[in-house]
């Protein structure tokens, strides 16, 4: 039996074959939907997931290696209101979203970046969304979505 | 006109009208990850499908074993062009791609049969399983010889897709006096590279119809192809759109529709398609590799007199949309400048390579490339500044282009170059990096909507009615496809301004509803936008009418404003007047245009789109990589009904235009594609786009909704012309090709090997 | 936890599995071994994951000496290691991409034995050498001798690979090479090491032969050319000559991501930048 945390909660899964992935867990095996699959090579990030607390992408974790330990998604990340995080606001308000397949990725992802770089240089926003393909919007509405995520955080610290 | 900010940073309050930057209504759901993508689509009881595909370029289909296949636990059926109760044909243009193979195979990654399944992996296995009896056939990979006398009919006819044979002028006779610069260019291979997998949801109906989800641009044409194919009435198709994860061109054909409503007709059970990232790249149309010869001819004080262009495009195994986009190339070959003579021959051929078709730019970013590569020599050999010699020649409102067609809408190509050259430029390095900078400028012209006479239309219902707590709301439907561009947002604005109303909401987009035509040629805004506003129109006359009926003023002396009629004797709230709800449909169509005449002539264009880029690079070229400094954009754009979205399009543009300039490439070999994966076909990363400086004109056109022209493909068509200009200008190396590869920079430098 | 996936705790719990079942497949990072799972290369029948086993996720320095575990993430290697190994941690930095380098590790990259395996190439520029366990015991193996072709090594199919040994340096630099700023598979790369105080030049170069290699030509040269006493920088055209020597050492092939002429010349660059920056930090 495979037992890990996803988003707070226990969850227990079985007759997991050695080789599948923890994307292919989480959305086939534990409805999670919201982590994306669009490469399976880790080339694109639309499948980032934290693993315990750092980004990792889930195409290339074997779900069995999360045995014990803690995964957070999307969905962890999204407050339970229906309302939105300071990241997933400042997505919407600059225009960070386009077909948003990629958008998921990329929300995690700038939130592993805000925790080790609360106030980031354009430089380190660059090299940490670097995994993150985004076919649609060019970046430019992420770079400023980060930003301005990054000055709401300062302006009602968390 | 107005001069929009350079950049809206943040989305306005919802209840903003046309001009606002208002903020998507999908995007709560795509930011918490709740957004269903057609590869999200589930129901209980779902079989999976997969796909067998030809291993070959070219082969005769002698037998298939399905036995082995079927007998693996889990799997319900194996079909093939046997099972295809239909005609066995699609295609955009022309029905000549068969559905599921019979016969004969044209391309590496044809699908043979499709495979249904109780999990995806032991679909796959099965599709494994299935042994195709393939006798190999020589390949026709070569597009030069692809029509030479000798060579195999890939289709009846023969290979000759399109010959668009354009004379425009009379030929300048030699003169001693004028210059003439020759050259040839190339361009590769490009994918779409849409981010979410072709992907669907096929459910038996209980009439024996079949409703599917999907991913696609243009719902409508599907069902008609799927209907023909399938072997159904239009009516026992329901086709409702699911969440698109990108398109770019990419999803205008038919993917995964018909083969997953195969298996879900013959095993009577919901069946699911998605393909891995390996088999989109075999799963879609790419962008038409070009090969191009131009002479342009002009006077030693820069006026061109002429330009010639031999074009040919490599259209791949079945023609998509290769007919209109060989159309591009041919009218737009001599780009957004006046010339008195233009001679122009364009050819797409049929080979065994992967099908090429529809990708943003269609046609017209292929030529850029040649023309304005063109354009600078031309200045480099006259002595003269490269901008100096595209303002001297740029087209403007009232001049004729290369099909006779004069240009009668804004036409601001000299204001948009001067504005991005006058920017300062770009900050100098600092990081002591051995790079050289290079500048480089590019200009570009596109036709928007439909051309040479396709009765081109939109749809839209717009239902006004009253919620249970008494406050009015608006419910849209249409056809037309979100693919991430914006255009439920834009639908929402429009509603908003037409009648006054915030709360604006929609019901599915799917074929219960007419006609809205393609996300494509930039033209939903233009064509489903305008059908919005025509709804909203019937809406507020049937308001009108009711508030005339019930106060008895003439209909003339009322008018809605603010969600409220107002009327001489004071204003009556719309609540009040839609306890009936109001449910109007509206069809949009634009001006005619004509075909084209055997000369290439005619009015076959709805509007034209311009823009303008200065691309700065820091090329090290001893390593031969090119790092972008900075792309500066002027586009117009009519007027930006969404200004956070028209921003969006142009950056997005933006990138890939440098994709195809310096990295993205499909690389084929006897047919087969290389680089099937993210890994080696590489895209653009946030690492790899530089600063971007925007400049959004809004000269309002007359025949168009709001004045508006279509922005989705401008920002992208000159950016890998700039970029090369660019690269020229820093290391000096002859550049014929984009993506210009690393090798093509340190295959002359001095360094020893 | 289920049969066919094995998650010791302890390097001798690992080595005893890996004794017991030479043909299961260890991971660590599982972002190799992934790809090629998903892209259907490769099954995973049964698997000896190491991610649990401490004695081999951290590092440690010993005088000059340092440790580095097989398991350390290559984030960590560049966050915590750039003082003792700079080009270690500068090649680490440069695969793939943040998430990629959160999980990959050090023992990862050496196990898939890639020509292009960035991380490689100051091990061998660095005469580190490569630690393997098994239950006969422990062995050290030179870099230079590990790896023999693409995804072969001398590992033993019940050895571990458990540890990178490596001497500190400040002389030393990597530079890599592709078509794109980032996320890129090297089309070329160098790593050079300059250590006076031993008299040792190291020139190791990736993608331009089957393994990644030292490039015994341009070492020669430079060993030999090089005022060890005096320490005057060498001039530009040293610099150059040492990249052309280096050039020489290649075996390069054309494939998809470039030509075999782009790759010779691109590594005599790489390599004389590299020493040229390795020279000035030693100073």
Same mark, same amino acid.
């Given at each position: 039996?495979?037992?890990?945390?996803?988003?707070?909660?226990?969850?227990?899964?079985? +007759?997991?074959?050695?080789?599948?992935?923890?994307?292919?867990?989480?959305?086939?095996?534990?409805?999670?939907?919201?982590?994306?699959?669009?490469? %399976?090579?880790?080339?694109?990030?639309?499948?980032?997931?934290?693993? +315990?607390?750092?980004?990792?992408?889930?195409?290339?974790?074997?779900?069995?290696?999360?045995? =014990?330990? %803690?995964?957070?998604?999307?969905?962890?990340?999204?407050?339970?209101?229906?309302?939105?995080?300071?990241?997933?606001?400042?997505?919407?308000?600059?225009?960070?979203?386009?077909?948003?397949?990629?958008?998921?990725?990329?929300?995690?992802?700038?939130?592993?970046?805000?925790?080790?770089?609360?106030?980031?240089?354009?430089?380190?926003?660059?090299?940490?969304?670097?995994?993150?393909?985004?076919?649609?919007?060019?970046?430019? =509405?992420?770079?400023?979505?980060?930003?301005?995520?990054?000055?709401?955080?300062?302006?009602?610290?968390? | 006109?107005?001069?929009?900010?350079?950049?809206?940073?943040?989305?306005?309050?919802?209840?903003?009208?046309?001009?606002?930057?208002?903020?998507?209504?999908?995007?709560?759901?795509?930011?918490?990850?709740?957004?269903?993508?057609?590869?999200?689509?589930?129901?209980?009881?779902?079989?999976?499908?997969?796909?067998?595909?030809?291993?070959?370029?070219?082969?005769?289909?002698?037998?298939?074993?399905?036995?082995?296949?079927?007998?693996?636990?889990?799997?319900?059926?194996?079909?093939?062009?046997?099972?295809?109760?239909?005609?066995?044909?699609?295609?955009?243009?022309?029905?000549?791609?068969?559905? $599921?193979?019979?016969?004969?195979?044209?391309?590496?990654?044809?699908?043979?049969?499709?495979?249904?399944?109780?999990?995806?992996?032991?679909?796959?296995?099965?599709?494994?399983?299935?042994?195709?009896?393939?006798?190999?056939?020589?390949?026709?990979?070569?597009?030069?010889?692809?029509?030479?006398?000798?060579?195999?009919?890939?289709?009846?006819?023969?290979?000759?897709?399109?010959?668009?044979?354009?004379?425009?002028?009379?030929?300048?006779?030699?003169?001693?006096?004028?210059?003439?610069?020759?050259g040839?260019y190339h361009?590769?291979?490009?994918?779409?590279?849409?981010?979410?997998?072709?992907?669907?949801?096929?459910?038996?109906?209980?009439?024996?119809?079949?409703?599917?989800?999907?991913?696609?641009?243009?719902?409508?044409?599907?069902?008609?192809?799927?209907?023909?194919?399938?072997?159904?009435?239009?009516?026992?198709?329901?086709?409702?759109?699911?969440?698109?994860?990108?398109?770019?061109?990419?999803?205008?054909?038919?993917?995964?529709?018909?083969?997953?409503?195969?298996?879900?007709?013959?095993?009577?059970?919901?069946?699911?398609?998605?393909?891995?990232?390996?088999?989109?790249?075999?799963?879609?149309?790419?962008?038409?590799?070009?090969?191009?010869?131009?002479?342009?001819?002009?006077?030693?004080?820069?006026?061109?007199?002429?330009? /010639?262009?031999?074009?040919?495009?490599?259209?791949?195994?079945?023609?998509? @949309?290769?007919?209109?986009?060989?159309?591009?190339?041919?009218?737009?070959?001599?780009?957004?400048?006046?010339?008195?003579?233009?001679?122009?021959?364009?050819?797409?051929?049929?080979?065994?390579?992967?099908?090429?078709?529809?990708?943003?730019?269609?046609?017209?970013?292929?030529?850029?490339f040649?023309?304005?590569s063109?354009?600078d020599e031309?200045?480099r050999?006259?002595?003269?500044?490269?901008?100096?010699?595209?303002?001297?020649?740029?087209?403007?409102?009232?001049? @004729?282009?290369?099909?006779?067609?004069?240009?009668?809408?804004?036409?601001?190509?000299?204001?948009?170059?001067?504005?991005?050259?006058?920017?300062?430029?770009?900050?100098?390095?600092?990081?002591?990096?051995?790079t050289v900078r290079g500048v480089g400028?590019?200009?570009?012209?596109?036709?928007?909507?439909?051309?040479?006479?396709?009765?081109?239309?939109?749809?839209?219902?717009?239902?006004?009615?009253?919620?249970?707590?008494?406050?009015?709301?608006?419910?849209?439907?249409?056809?037309?496809?979100?693919?991430?561009?914006?255009?439920?947002?834009?639908?929402?604005?429009?509603?908003?301004?037409?009648?006054?109303?915030?709360?604006?909401?929609?019901?599915?987009?799917?074929?219960?509803?007419?006609?809205?035509?393609?996300?494509?040629?930039?033209?939903?805004?233009?064509?489903?936008?305008?059908?919005?506003?025509?709804?909203?129109?019937?809406?507020?006359?049937?308001?009108?009418?009711?508030?005339? @009926?019930?106060?008895?003023?003439?209909?003339?002396?009322?008018?809605?404003?603010?969600?409220?009629?107002?009327?001489?004797?004071?204003?009556?709230?719309?609540?009040? $007047?839609?306890?009936?709800?109001?449910?109007?449909?509206?069809?949009?169509?634009?001006?005619?245009?004509?075909?084209?005449?055997? /000369?290439?002539?005619?009015?076959?264009?709805?509007?034209?789109?311009?823009?303008?880029?200065?691309?700065?690079v820091d090329v090290d070229a001893e390593l031969g990589t090119v790092?972008?400094?900075?792309?500066?954009?002027?586009?117009?754009?009519?007027?930006?009904?969404?200004?956070?979205?028209?921003?969006?399009?142009?950056?997005?543009?933006?990138?890939?235009?440098?994709?195809?300039a310096i990295?993205?490439?499909?690389?084929?070999?006897?047919?087969?594609?290389?680089?099937?994966?993210?890994?080696?076909?590489?895209?653009?990363?946030?690492?790899?786009?530089?600063?971007?400086?925007?400049?959004?004109?809004?000269?309002?056109?007359?025949?168009?909704?709001?004045?508006?022209?279509?922005?989705?493909?401008?920002?992208?068509?000159?950016?890998p012309a700039?970029v090369a200009a660019a690269v020229r200008r820093a290391t000096g190396a002859a550049i014929h090709r984009v993506p210009i590869r690393p090798q093509d920079l340190t295959a002359t430098a001095d360094v020893?090997? | 936890?289920?049969?066919?996936?094995?998650?010791?705790?302890?390097?001798?719990?690992?080595?005893?599995?890996?004794?017991?079942?030479?043909?299961?497949?260890?991971?660590?990072?599982?972002?190799?071994?992934?790809?090629?799972?998903?892209?259907?290369?490769?099954?995973?029948?049964?698997?000896?994951?190491?991610?649990?086993?401490?004695?081999?996720?951290?590092?440690?320095?010993?005088?000059?000496?340092?440790?580095?575990?097989?398991?350390?993430?290559?984030?960590?290697?560049?966050?915590?290691?750039?003082?003792?190994?700079?080009?270690?941690?500068?090649?680490?930095?440069?695969?793939?991409?943040?998430?990629?380098?959160?999980?990959?590790?050090?023992?990862?990259?050496?196990?898939?034995?890639?020509?292009?395996?960035?991380?490689?190439?100051?091990?061998?520029?660095?005469?580190?050498?490569?630690?393997?366990?098994?239950?006969?015991?422990?062995?050290?193996?030179?870099?230079?001798?590990?790896?023999?072709?693409?995804?072969?090594?001398?590992?033993?199919?019940?050895?571990?690979?458990?540890?990178?040994?490596?001497?500190?340096?400040?002389?030393?630099?990597?530079?890599?090479?592709?078509?794109?700023?980032?996320?890129?598979?090297?089309?070329?790369?160098?790593?050079?090491?300059?250590?006076?105080?031993?008299?040792?030049?190291?020139?190791?170069?990736?993608?331009?032969?089957?393994?990644?290699?030292?490039?015994?030509?341009?070492?020669?040269?430079?060993?030999?050319?090089?005022?060890?006493?005096?320490?005057?920088?060498?001039?530009?055209?040293?610099?150059?000559?040492?990249?052309?020597?280096?050039?020489?050492?290649?075996?390069?092939?054309?494939?998809?991501?470039?030509?075999?002429d782009h790759?010779?010349r691109v590594?005599?660059?790489?390599?004389?930048?590299?020493?040229?920056?390795?020279?000035?930090?030693?100073?």
């Open positions: 039996m495979l037992r890990f945390t996803v988003n707070g909660t226990e969850v227990a899964l079985h +007759d997991v074959p050695p080789g599948e992935s923890l994307l292919t867990a989480l959305r086939e095996r534990c409805g999670l939907r919201g982590t994306k699959n669009a490469c %399976e090579q880790g080339e694109c990030g639309s499948c980032l997931v934290a693993l +315990d607390g750092r980004t990792a992408c889930s195409c290339l974790v074997p779900a069995h290696q999360v045995h =014990g330990h %803690e995964v957070t998604t999307i969905e962890g990340l999204s407050p339970d209101n229906g309302e939105l995080d300071t990241v997933q606001q400042a997505f919407l308000d600059c225009g960070a979203v386009q077909c948003g397949f990629c958008t998921p990725g990329l929300v995690v992802a700038v939130h592993d970046l805000l925790a080790h770089h609360p106030d980031p240089t354009t430089e380190q926003t660059r090299e940490a969304l670097a995994g993150n393909l985004c076919r649609c919007t060019g970046y430019h =509405g992420i770079f400023d979505a980060v930003a301005l995520a990054a000055q709401r955080r300062k302006d009602v610290p968390r | 006109m107005s001069i929009a900010p350079e950049r809206p940073r943040t989305a306005a309050d919802p209840g903003v009208g046309v001009g606002g930057a208002a903020a998507r209504p999908d995007g709560p759901a795509k930011v918490r990850g709740e957004f269903e993508f057609s590869s999200d689509l589930h129901v209980p009881g779902m079989l999976h499908g997969a796909t067998v595909r030809s291993p070959h370029p070219h082969a005769r289909i002698r037998g298939i074993d399905t036995s082995r296949a079927l007998a693996i636990r889990g799997v319900l059926t194996v079909v093939t062009a046997d099972d295809v109760a239909g005609t066995n044909r699609f295609g955009l243009e022309r029905r000549d791609q068969p559905v $599921l193979a019979d016969g004969l195979v044209r391309y590496v990654g044809e699908p043979v049969a499709v495979v249904a399944a109780t999990s995806p992996a032991t679909a796959r296995r099965a599709a494994e399983a299935v042994v195709v009896d393939f006798e190999v056939l020589d390949a026709i990979t070569d597009a030069e010889t692809a029509t030479a006398p000798g060579t195999a009919e890939l289709h009846p006819g023969g290979n000759l897709v399109r010959h668009l044979r354009l004379r425009h002028g009379d030929p300048v006779p030699d003169d001693p006096g004028l210059v003439r610069v020759s040839e361009v590769g291979m490009q994918d779409q590279a849409f981010l979410g997998p072709e992907s669907c949801l096929a459910e038996p109906t209980a009439g024996g119809g079949i409703h599917l989800r999907c991913s696609t641009q243009w719902l409508h044409i599907d069902r008609d192809q799927l209907a023909a194919a399938l072997g159904l009435p239009p009516e026992q198709l329901h086709l409702t759109l699911a969440g698109v994860g990108g398109a770019f061109g990419g999803r205008e054909d038919l993917s995964v529709q018909a083969h997953a409503a195969l298996l879900a007709l013959r095993t009577g059970r919901p069946v699911a398609m998605s393909y891995p990232r390996r088999e989109s790249f075999v799963g879609h149309v790419h962008r038409h590799p070009a090969r191009m010869r131009y002479t342009h001819t002009a006077t030693r004080d820069g006026r061109l007199l002429a330009v /010639e262009a031999d074009i040919l495009l490599d259209g791949g195994a079945y023609a998509s @949309t290769s007919p209109a986009v060989v159309g591009n190339a041919g009218c737009f070959a001599a780009g957004p400048y006046a010339v008195p003579s233009v001679h122009v021959d364009a050819r797409v051929v049929y080979t065994n390579n992967p099908p090429c078709g529809a990708m943003r730019g269609f046609g017209a970013i292929q030529v850029c040649a023309y304005e063109q354009m031309l200045a050999v006259l002595g003269m500044d490269p901008v100096e010699l595209r303002l001297r020649n740029a087209v403007t409102t009232g001049s @004729t282009i290369a099909t006779g067609q004069t240009v009668d809408g804004p036409a601001p190509v000299a204001e948009l170059l001067e504005r991005v050259a006058a920017r300062p430029p770009a900050p100098p390095r600092t990081d002591g990096a051995p400028y590019g200009l570009s012209i596109k036709n928007i909507c439909k051309s040479a006479g396709v009765d081109d239309y939109g749809t839209a219902r717009v239902r006004l009615f009253l919620r249970p707590d008494g406050r009015p709301a608006v419910q849209v439907q249409t056809a037309a496809s979100e693919v991430g561009q914006g255009l439920v947002t834009v639908q929402q604005q429009i509603v908003r301004t037409e009648l006054g109303v915030a709360d604006v909401g929609f019901l599915p987009t799917d074929t219960t509803v007419g006609d809205a035509g393609t996300a494509s040629a930039s033209r939903q805004t233009w064509m489903s936008g305008g059908a919005v506003q025509q709804a909203c129109h019937r809406v507020r006359d049937e308001l009108l009418t009711r508030a005339a @009926t019930r106060t008895g003023h003439p209909r003339d002396d009322l008018r809605l404003q603010d969600g409220a009629v107002h009327t001489p004797t004071g204003a009556i709230p719309l609540a009040e $007047l839609i306890d009936d709800a109001v449910d109007e449909t509206a069809v949009f169509r634009h001006r005619t245009t004509s075909p084209l005449d055997e /000369e290439g002539q005619g009015d076959a264009h709805v509007a034209y789109a311009f823009a303008a880029h200065r691309v700065t790092e972008v400094v900075e792309v500066a954009c002027a586009q117009d754009v009519g007027k930006a009904i969404n200004p956070l979205g028209v921003a969006g399009q142009m950056h997005g543009g933006i990138v890939q235009g440098l994709g195809l990295m993205e490439e499909i690389q084929v070999r006897d047919g087969r594609i290389l680089n099937p994966g993210f890994t080696d076909y590489l895209i653009p990363t946030a690492a790899d786009v530089g600063a971007h400086h925007l400049d959004i004109l809004e000269h309002l056109r007359p025949d168009s909704p709001y004045g508006l022209t279509g922005v989705g493909e401008p920002p992208m068509l000159s950016v700039a020893p090997g | 936890m289920d049969q066919h996936y094995f998650r010791p705790t302890s390097l001798s719990d690992a080595l005893a599995l890996r004794s017991e079942r030479p043909s299961a497949t260890v991971v660590a990072g599982g972002t190799d071994v992934m790809v090629a799972v998903n892209e259907g290369r490769r099954r995973l029948d049964e698997v000896i994951d190491l991610g649990d086993v401490a004695e081999l996720g951290g590092w440690d320095l010993d005088g000059d000496r340092v440790r580095v575990g097989a398991t350390l993430p290559l984030t960590r290697v560049t966050d915590e290691l750039a003082a003792h190994l700079p080009a270690l941690a500068a090649a680490a930095r440069l695969v793939g991409s943040p998430p990629i380098r959160h999980r990959a590790t050090l023992g990862g990259n050496i196990a898939t034995a890639s020509p292009a395996g960035d991380t490689l190439l100051p091990m061998l520029a660095g005469d580190s050498s490569i630690e393997v366990a098994s239950v006969r015991g422990i062995r050290e193996v030179r870099s230079d001798e590990f790896f023999l072709g693409p995804g072969r090594t001398v590992l033993a199919p019940d050895e571990l690979i458990t540890a990178v040994r490596a001497t500190t340096a400040r002389g030393e630099a990597f530079a890599k090479t592709g078509t794109r700023r980032a996320m890129v598979i090297s089309v070329a790369a160098a790593a050079v090491r300059i250590d006076p105080e031993r008299r040792h030049l190291g020139v190791a170069l990736g993608s331009v032969a089957p393994t990644p290699r030292r490039a015994r030509t341009a070492e020669a040269f430079g060993a030999r050319e090089l005022d060890w006493s005096a320490r005057t920088a060498p001039d530009e055209g040293w610099w150059a000559e040492l990249g052309r020597r280096a050039a020489s050492d290649t075996a390069p092939i054309d494939d998809l991501r470039g030509t075999a790759r010779r590594t005599a660059v790489l390599v004389a930048r590299c020493a040229r920056q390795a020279w000035s930090r030693t100073c």
